[in-house]
């Protein structure tokens, strides 16, 4: 007979294959088959009557026992092999976490629609119902919005995008750049500490402070206002965006946002 060459075994890849499931789920966490159905569909009779080899393993001892001197002590004494703690934590102390998981580094997701230029409707806060500016959106996932301030006395703020309706309406900023230190430590209100009250007296002196922008606030207030209104300018339907963002943004009876666009 010829020599015959023997099959080559295939060789494993690395990838793991993903097998399909024998039983699934159907709707209520009911399983498709039964416990009978599933003997069947495993070939589970075929290993009926099979005995498998019984293996034995060797119990270690616990205790021991050990000899003690001294003609009032026994003589011998059992003792555990290993002591088990004499004294548990109360409080489980929480390891110090790598500072790269803190929230402040989180990254922030805006919402496709919201672009710089973009027209929105402010929902909440005093400035309820007023349309504003988007300029850019902060490392904090705040939105940064100007009014601008000479059309509806909207200042330059921060709002969050869940109380904001992004609108289909645009104003193209081009290269105009929002100013770098217009940043969430820009926002930040200094605290000022407060003199201890002395006597009954002061209670009716006290006064409520205001917050007063400074000239920086000021300075900044203008460049960027100027800025928007030659963007607004540019636009071919100038005059009524300026109208648009005078206007206030209300709802009256039979008047559903979910069936408007925006």
Known sequence: MAPVEKAKKATKSGKKVAKHPLNTYLHGGVLRYSKSQMYKRRAQWRLKGTKRPVVKTIKKD????????????????????????ANFP???????????????????????????????????GRHQGKRVILLKSLNSGLLLVTGPFCLNSCPLRRVSQ???????????????????????????????NKQKKSGEGDIFATKKERFVPNEQRKKDQKEVDTAVLKAIKAHPDGKFVTKYL?????LHSSQYPHRMKF
């Open 162 to 192: 869940r109380y904001v309706i992004g609108t289909s309406t645009k104003v193209n900023l081009g290269d105009y750049k929002v100013p770098q230190n217009l940043d969430d430590a820009y926002f930040r209100r200094l605290k000022i």
């Open 90 to 124: 109360t409080k489980r102390f929480v390891n110090k976490r790598p500072s790269k998981a803190t929230f402040n580094t989180h990254k922030r997701n805006v919402r496709s629609n919201l672009q710089p230029g973009t027209v929105m409707i402010l929902l909440a």
């Open 62 to 85: 616990i205790k021991q026992v050990k000899k003690i001197g001294g003609p009032k002590n026994g003589g011998e004494r059992t003792v555990y092999l290993n002591k088990p703690k």
């Open 246 to 250: 005078k206007s206030m943004f209300a």
